[in-house]
C-alpha cells in the first residue's frame, strides 16, 4: 500500500504575514492550573492540536470541566482537588503531559491513576521524574522499575526537598514545583542551565507561591487560588518554521505576529543571527507575564557557525530547523550539546542525519553532536521518524526544490493547519 505523503513544489518567495497557533508549553500548563483553581476561567487562543487536546481530555477525566468556546477554552476547576479517573489515562505523544501530570498526581491524596501514551512516549525516560518525586514521598510504579510508562501513581502525602536538576528540563522542574504545592516544607529546584520558565510565570499569573533566586526556585503548599483569565501567545517553535523557510527562499519576506518571545525559547534568533540572517523583532505587550511580540525575516545568505552549547537548552525544540538552515549556508555548521535530543518525540541527532541525507547533505552525527556540510539541498524524501517538528523542518529544508514528505499528519502534534500555512505563503508570492 502507498504510504501516505504530501508533495512540496518548489516554493516560489513567501510573503506576507501570518499568526501561528498557541504555543504548546503555555497551553498544557495553563489548561492543569485552570483545572486546579477555583471557580471559571478563560484560555485564549490555546493550542488545538494533538498533544493538548490529550491534556484537555486528560483534565476531564480528573473532573474538571473543559469547554471548548469557539476558538478558546472555558474551564471550570477543582479547586486544587482532582477526582479519581474512571480509566486509564491516555497522555498520546504529549512528554510535558506525562511528566507534569505524575508531578501533580503525586500528591492527591486519595486518586489513584494510571498513565500511558504512545509508542514513542512508552519509550522516552520518565525516571528523570519518578526518582525525584519518590523523595518526596511520592507513591509510582511502572515499567522497568518506574522508568518507563505505563505508571500508575497513588497520591500520597509529600515533603518538599531541595532538587539540583541533573539534566537540563523543564519539564523535571516543572513536575516537582506541581508537586510542590502539595507537600510539607519547601520544595526547591536548583536549574544548574537555565530552561523555559513559562511554569514560573504561570505561579505568578495565578499567585501560587514562588522565590525565584538566582538559580533557585522555590514553591510550597498552596491555599485554593482563584481562576483567572490567560491569554496564550503565538508558538515561538512553530514561528521558527516559516522564519528559516523565508531566510532560505529568494525574495522572501515574513512577518510573524502575537507570537511568544520568551528569552528562555528564542535562541533560535542568536544563532540565526550569527549566521548571518536578516532578522528584527519587537516585543509588544506581555500576557500572562510573557513577552509577546513579532518577528521578521528576510531572504539571507547563511554561513556555517559554531553553535554555543549555552545556547541549546534555549532552543532545544528548534535544533531541527536550525539544521535545515545549516544545509543551506556556506561552509560548516557545529551543533554540539545534542544529548536531550536523543530522547524526544524521536531520536532527533539521527533524525537529522537521516534527513539530511536524503535530501544530498554530508553531516556527521557524533553521540551528542552533529557537523552538517552547508551548500544547499537536492529534492528527495523526508521520513518524519513520527516526529512533528522533523516533518515540518525538513519539509522547510526542501521547500526551495521541492520535496516529498512521508506521513505529514505528524505535524498535526503541534501544528494542525501548518502545510495549508506554508502553501498560503508561498502561493501568495
Ligand atoms: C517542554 C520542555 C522541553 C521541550 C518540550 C516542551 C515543556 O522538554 O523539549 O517540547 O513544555 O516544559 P524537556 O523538559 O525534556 O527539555
Known amino acids: 500500500m502507498d504510504r501516505a505523503h504530501l508533495d512540496l513544489a518548489p516554493c516560489g518567495p513567501l510573503r506576507g504575514s501570518l499568526r501561528v497557533p498557541g504555543d504548546k508549553s503555555v497551553t498544557h500548563r495553563g489548561l492543569m492550573l485552570l483545572s486546579l483553581a477555583q471557580g471559571e476561567g478563560r484560555l485564549f487562543y490555546p493550542l488545538k492540536a494533538g498533544d493538548t487536546l490529550s491534556t484537555a481530555r486528560a483534565f476531564q477525566a480528573l473532573g474538571a470541566e473543559i469547554l471548548e468556546e469557539g476558538p478558546h477554552f472555558l474551564v471550570r476547576g477543582r479547586g486544587l482537588r482532582l477526582r479519581e479517573p474512571e480509566d486509564v489515562l491516555d497522555c498520546g505523544n504529549a512528554g510535558t503531559l506525562m511528566r507534569l501530570l505524575l508531578g501533580l498526581l503525586a500528591g492527591q491524596e486519595g486518586v489513584f491513576a494510571v498513565l500511558t501514551g504512545d509508542a514513542s512516549l512508552r519509550r522516552r525516560p520518565m525516571g528523570r521524574v519518578v526518582e525525584p518525586l519518590r523523595r518526596m514521598g511520592a507513591q509510582i510504579e511502572g515499567r522497568e522499575g518506574g522508568r518507563r510508562a505505563p505508571l500508575a501513581v497513588r497520591g500520597a502525602p509529600l515533603r518538599g526537598m531541595a532538587y539540583t536538576l541533573p539534566v537540563p528540563s523543564a519539564q523535571v522542574k516543572s513536575a516537582l514545583l506541581l508537586a510542590g504545592l502539595f507537600a510539607e516544607g519547601t520544595t526547591e529546584v536548583v536549574e544548574p542551565v537555565p530552561t523555559r520558565d513559562h511554569t514560573e510565570r504561570l505561579f505568578r499569573h495565578f499567585g501560587l507561591p514562588l522565590e525565584v ?99 541549546i537548552p534555549l532552543m532545544v525544540d528548534e535544533v531541527p530547523i536550525l539544521a535545515a538552515a545549516a544545509a543551506w549556508a556556506e561552509g560548516e555548521t557545529y551543533i554540539p550539546n545534542l544529548g536531550e535530543l536523543r530522547v524526544k518525540e524521536s531520536d532527533r541527532v539521527a533524525a537529522i542525519a537521516h534527513n539530511l541525507r536524503a535530501l544530498g547533505v554530508e553531516v556527521e552525527e557524533g553521540p551528542d553532536w552533529l557537523r552538517i556540510r552547508g551548500g544547499g539541498v537536492r529534492p528527495g524524501e523526508v521520513e518524519p521518524f513520527h516526529d512533528h517538528r522533523i516533518a515540518m523542518a525538513f519539509a522547510v529544508a526542501g521547500l526551495p526544490v521541492g520535496v516529498r514528505v512521508f506521513e505529514p499528519q505528524w505535524a498535526e502534534i503541534s501544528y494542525p493547519g501548518f502545510f495549508q500555512d506554508l502553501k498560503g505563503l508561498c502561493a501568495a508570492s
Open 213 to 311: 533566586e538566582g538559580n533557585r526556585i522555590r514553591t510550597r503548599r498552596t491555599e485554593p487560588f482563584p481562576a483567572r483569565d490567560l491569554l496564550v501567545p503565538g508558538d515561538f517553535s512553530s514561528a521558527a518554521f516559516f522564519l528559516v523557510a523565508a531566510l532560505l527562499v529568494p525574495g522572501s519576506e515574513v512577518v510573524v505576529e502575537g507570537v511568544g518571545l520568551n528569552p528562555t525559547r528564542t535562541g533560535l534568533l542568536r544563532v540565526l543571527r550569527e549566521m548571518g540572517a536578516h532578522l528584527e523583532w519587537q516585543v509588544l505587550e506581555g500576557e500572562a507575564g510573557e513577552p509577546v511580540g513579532w518577528v521578521r525575516a528576510r531572504h539571507s545568505p547563511l554561513k556555517g557557525v559554531s553553535v554555543d552549547p549555552a545556547l
